[in-house]
């Protein structure tokens, strides 16, 4: 067997996800791996659940992260709270609301779909037109932030929706925490799942997730099994804690990934230090500079203004330009990544992320100066000059 | 939220896992982050099957690291090979046979149950006893590497008989990947798992599966889905390709744990460059060094000699002495983690681990040392010295 060390290139990252890793994140990951037992590792996992309770804004005791990537936290949340037979209405706009129904139908449950068109927030009215016909559900699911698309729906609207005709709610913000405002206790979510790599800006492979006291008394009341071992919430509390209240021993459920923990623990320490409030500000502030370039280009955003999100920008491709080579320029020449387009999008857009460390002032230019230079090469006739002007007009004077 | 950067201490890990990572591989987590499309990170996925292929001894198209820790890898195997009222016989002698019959009983199969007691092999007559009684039985499973007990169980003679009844086999590969000897192609195995915190001296928190084009077979026909989304193999495939002859284009189905992979890789490079018999070699001299020591300090060893895995140690605790006043000066004193014992052999052993990286010669002569004198201390008058120099004179001259 032949083969040597991986050196990556030195990308930046400006895709739908992973996102940059600050190096404090990267030094973090590279420290001395620990027992997942030890001790002194329960204390960081203690406090690396208090820091998820910041970012979540939330006192839900089951605070922790799945050891496992976005899509397992998901998973995690239906396999969960879906018992079979269960009527799940699930609001689609996008790739991730269809993923939550295949969800539904493997934990056993009955998915009742609302479809909005991509690109557009869910409608609210619809979810209410469709608890009145099915006065029998059980649980409310829906994407906050469709990653897909760059659709940003009401999930305090939604959220009220779902409670007021009795049902839990399960919310994707795997692309939503640290970017956009999410008030988990605020707004009565019971159970909520996010990605490490996203605008936590950390490697990817853990899902926080939350879940409220109501969410979990259905967890631990059900009837049948959970249908995963591994994601059993019965089993992985043993481990974590947050099952019952004062508990301190920890019991063996799976081996934690140790270092990924620590690089977690990391850019949670880092979003306590900016304050999530500024996180939130800082990618809004962001976009609208990358919008303002983008416009002076001549390109349009997907998704109309009131619903869009600021951290994932749905670009639509030009007439004549083709995506893929625009991607690979971008990649070869630049070592920029962005984001193709997924789903019912492919080839027809790209997705533009400005996510946690990947959010800061020399990205906005980079992109900009990049994607007007490859484009103008293409034969697109777009003002470079003039759009990093724009942007930089639009950028806030502090540095990050 | 008021929280600091974590700096754990540096630790010598002999438990049962996660075991020391090498300083390559330490440096390896930490370099830049790049996106799980990214082409030169496809490279880097099509190696590392590679390299995974040589370390399991295997041809099959399907191996593949699946993205979460080695439980994950144990449900993968389950929920993608029975369909729901397949007999399963799982040969149990120790914790991780019981957890197997768990993932039976939760993907929707009848287990069938052959108990073997704790520290000893699985015995391949009761399973050719049980296969004739059930002829009806689909599948085989069963741990090569009993990480609770140190047992070591028969891979080649046990899926030989599985195969003479028609079964296909589940093989726990877990503690034995690279410390004990594993012929997956040669011994006829269809489906085996592993972890990347062991013998491989990653950090934790990925699951080497492969499948034999059988099992591939069983997976592709089923007639009802896979009860787990995020881990169903048609679908991940799509991504890590070894599904379709061929394939090429990666789709998109979670996002790849970036910087553990490039971990796991570099750990592969290393087995590569040691060579994977060298390997078996090196653990299983060690094991009679550690094995010399302990005996001369009077403690016994759990599993008879001809079924010990070289790899992890059950060693029965004196009498008198207090396990975990012993695990806690061992780490307080000395940062050395020993395992305590699982299931019904906790308070009774230590599992004293030499996998990967944590199995060398200074790693034996700091256990042996350490542990003779925390038992001096506590009055149990064992002999430090000759235990040093009964190991000293068992271990191999070369060094690692």
């Given at each position: 067997m032949n083969a040597s060390s991986f050196q990556p290139p030195v990308r930046t990252l400006m895709g739908p996800g992973p996102a940059d890793l600050h190096p404090r994140v990267l030094a973090a990951l590279s420290r001395p791996t620990v027992g997942h037992l030890d001790p002194v590792f329960g204390g960081m996992m203690d406090e690396l659940k208090d820091l998820l309770r910041y970012a979540f804004r939330t006192d839900n005791r089951l605070t922790m992260p799945v050891s496992a990537p976005g899509s397992a936290g998901m998973e995690t949340c239906f396999v969960n709270l879906v018992e079979p037979g269960d009527k799940v209405v699930v609001c689609i706009n996008g790739v991730f609301g269809g993923r939550m129904r295949e969800n539904v139908i493997r934990a056993g449950g009955e998915p009742i779909c609302i479809e909005d068109p991509w690109g557009r927030a869910v409608d609210p009215g619809k979810l209410e037109d469709t608890l009145k016909a099915h006065p029998d559900a059980k649980i409310v699911a829906f994407v906050q932030a469709e990653t897909s698309t760059g659709a940003s729906s009401d999930t305090r609207t939604l959220a009220e929706i779902a409670r007021r005709y009795g049902c839990l709610t399960i919310v994707d913000a795997v692309t939503a925490l640290a970017g956009s405002p999410l008030l988990v206790d605020d707004w009565g979510i019971d159970a909520v799942y996010s990605g490490?790599?996203?605008?936590?800006?950390?490697?990817?492979g853990l899902a926080p997730v939350s879940f409220s006291e109501r969410a979990l008394a259905k967890v631990t009341a059900r009837a049948t099994p959970v249908r995963s071992w591994f994601l059993d919430l019965n089993l992985v509390l043993g481990y974590?804690?947050?099952?019952?209240?004062?508990?301190t021993k920890r019991s063996y459920h799976h081996t934690a990934p140790v270092n990924a923990l620590y690089a977690l623990h990391e850019s949670l320490v880092m979003l306590a230090e900016e304050g999530i409030e500024q996180s939130w500000a800082r990618h809004q502030a962001h976009h609208l500079a990358l919008r303002a370039g983008l416009e002076a280009m001549g390109l349009e955003l997907v998704v109309p203004e009131a619903e869009r999100l600021p951290q994932l920008n749905a670009v639509s491709i030009p007439a004549g330009i083709d995506d893929a080579t625009v991607r690979a320029r971008l990649l070869n020449e630049y070592n920029l990544e962005i984001g193709a387009g997924l789903g019912a999008l492919a080839g027809k857009v790209w997705r533009i992320g400005l996510m946690g460390?990947?959010?800061?002032r020399e990205n906005i230019v980079l992109c900009i100066g990049a994607l007007g230079s490859v484009l103008n090469d293409l034969g697109?006739?777009?003002d470079t000059g003039a759009a990093l002007q724009a942007a930089q007009g639009a950028l806030p004077q502090a540095r990050m």
């Open positions: 490490s790599q996203k605008c936590l800006s950390c490697t990817p974590w804690g947050g099952g019952t209240p004062g508990q460390w990947s959010c800061r697109a006739g777009v």
